[in-house]
C-alpha cells in the first residue's frame, strides 16, 4: 500500500472573511477617529472647543489657523478702532476679541527645522545604513555577528536613560540648540534600524548580479550603484519611513536639547497658549499641518513600503 501526501490550501469561509473584515473596519474606525477629532477642532472657536458636552456640530471657523500663525495683544476698543479697517480675516477675527495682531509666531521657523533635522537625519541614517548593510552582507567581517548584535543592542535603551549624558556632552561640544546636533543625534539612533532592515533586503539579492557585472568590467562600487541598489529600492523606501517617522515625531531628546534657535514642532504646539489657558485650536491646527508632511511622503512611497514589507517572503 503507497502513502500519498496532499497538500491543499483550505479557502476561508465566508464567515471568517465577514469577521476579519469587520475587525479591521473596526480597528481603521479606532485609530482614525483621534486624527478625525484633532482636525475638527482645528476648525473650532476656543470656546466651542472646551465646551461640555462636545460639540460635533459647530460653526466652522479658522481662528485656531490664525491663532498658530500670529501673536497677539489685547488693546482697548478706542486704539482698535484708530487703526481703520481690517485688513484680513485673521486681522478682523482678532478685533472681535478687542486684540491686534502683532506679528507673526514662531510656528513656522518651528516647522521648517523639523524639515531639515527629520530629512536630514533620514538621509544620512540611510545612507549609512546602506554602506554598512552592504559590507555585513557581502564581505566577512570579524565578529559579524557580535557587531550587529551591539548595533541592535544601542534600541534596548530608552531615550531618557541616556539623555543626560548627552545633554552634558552636547553641552561641552557646543552642539546643544543646533541642527546640525539633532541630526547627529536622530542619525545615530536610527542608523541601527537602518542597518538591519537594509541588511535583511540585501541578502535577498543574488550575489551573481554583482559578479557578472565585474566579469563586464565594472569596479565593485559600480556594481554596488548598477545592480545592488536599484534592486534595493523598496527597501531603502522601507527604511526611509521608518527612520523618518521617528526623528519627525520624536519628542524627549527635541525637548532636552533645544529651545530656541533648533526646536523642532513637536516641543513647541504644546507650549502655544491662548488667553486664559491652553489655545486647543491653535495647537489642534498645528497639530494638524505637522501631520501633513509625513503623510505626503507614506502616500508616495507607498508602492514600496508595500514591497518591502513582504520583500523576501517567498523564496525560490
Known sequence: MSLTTAHSVVAPSANSKRIAGAIIIAYALISIVPLLWIFATSFKTPPDSIAYPPKIVFQPSIEGYCNLFTTRTRQTPEYINSLGPATGFCDETVRKR???IAGPSNFLPRFLNSLIIAFGSTFCAVFLGTLSAYGFSRFKVPLADDLLFFILSTRFMPPIAVAIPIYLMYRELGLSDTALGMILLYTAVNVSLAVWLLKGFID????????AAM???YTRLQAFWRTVLPQATTGIA??????LI???NEYAFAALLTSGTAQTAPPFIPTIIGEGGQDWPAVA???TIFLVPILVFTILLRKQLLRGITFGAVRK
Open 246 to 248: 521617528f526623528a519627525w
Open 204 to 211: 535577498e539579492i543574488p550575489r551573481e548580479y554583482e559578479e
Open 98 to 100: 478687542n486684540m491686534v
Open 285 to 287: 491646527a498645528g497639530t
Open 238 to 243: 522601507a527604511t526611509a519611513i521608518f527612520c
Open 215 to 217: 566579469i563586464d568590467g
